[in-house]
């Protein structure tokens, strides 16, 4: 089966002031759209790897031919980045994480505050495009990293539990070049019991064996 877009579970408008209509609108119709669309070109190449989740192809990039492994590991990429991305925002989300996902970063950041920082800070200074994340390994330890285009932690044997685009298509309309604006702004839409459960499903094991199905 294809890979498919997945749909909104708010509004295009929904995460106003933070992000607004327009960017989510092209973001998910056009950019998201067309990760999907070429990763099923890609893949429609060799027809053998049409069961495999896109997780489960960035997972072991490798195991990909190599005529089609940059387009998997960028499109693949984009697909699985932007479906985490959609779940982990709500309308009217923000405020101090609770639950697991509270105390593990308070375990490895000392505070929710000092950890906003470095990840803002690292969300800043990734070079052109790219994602920050909070990620974490199969213990339950949490780092924040950050990379380059499409890439995705899963890809390092790192499972993400949370990650903000820093790619201009993200927030150029509304915050032009001010990428610190957006980064500290999008704090307020970010859903908590989402990130708990994508963290509940790394601590479980689930996530890094069946990447596809963890915090659903
Ligand atoms: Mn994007």
């Known amino acids: 089966m294809a890979h498919e877009l997945p749909p909104l579970s708010y509004g295009y408008d929904a995460l106003e002031p933070v992000i607004d209509k327009q960017t989510m609108t092209l973001h998910h119709d056009m950019h998201h759209a067309a990760y999907v669309k070429n990763l099923n070109a890609a893949i429609e190449k060799h027809p053998e ?7 489960e192809l960035i997972v072991d990039l490798n195991a990909v031919p190599e005529d089609i492994r940059g387009a998997v590991r960028n499109n693949g990429g ?9 779940k982990i925002m709500k309308p009217k989300g923000g405020g ?9 970063i ?25 994602w920050v994340w909070l990620a974490g390994k199969a213990s339950g330890e949490v780092q924040i990293l950050s990379t380059p285009n499409q890439d ?3 890809s390092q044997g790192l499972y993400p539990i949370l ?3 820093v790619w201009e ?11 610190p604006e957006y980064l500290a702004a ?24 069946e990447p596809a199905l963890a915090g659903r």
């Open 78 to 86: 984009g697909h699985v980045n932007h479906s985490m991305f959609w």
């Open 106 to 130: 308070q375990k490895s950041f000392g505070n929710f505050k000092d950890f906003q920082t470095k990840f803002n800070d690292a969300g800043v200074k990734q070079f052109g495009s790219g």
């Open 186 to 209: 999008w704090w307020n839409v970010v859903n908590w019991d989402e990130v708990n459960a994508r963290y509940e499903g790394l601590k479980s094991g689930k996530a890094l064996r």
């Open 169 to 179: 298509h993200a927030y150029y309309l509304k915050y032009n070049n001010r990428r």
């Open 49 to 55: 790897l049409a069961g495999k989740s896109a997780e």
């Open 163 to 165: 990650g903000n685009d």
């Open 96 to 104: 101090d994480p609770s639950g697991p996902v509270a105390d593990a």
């Open 152 to 154: 995705n932690p899963l």
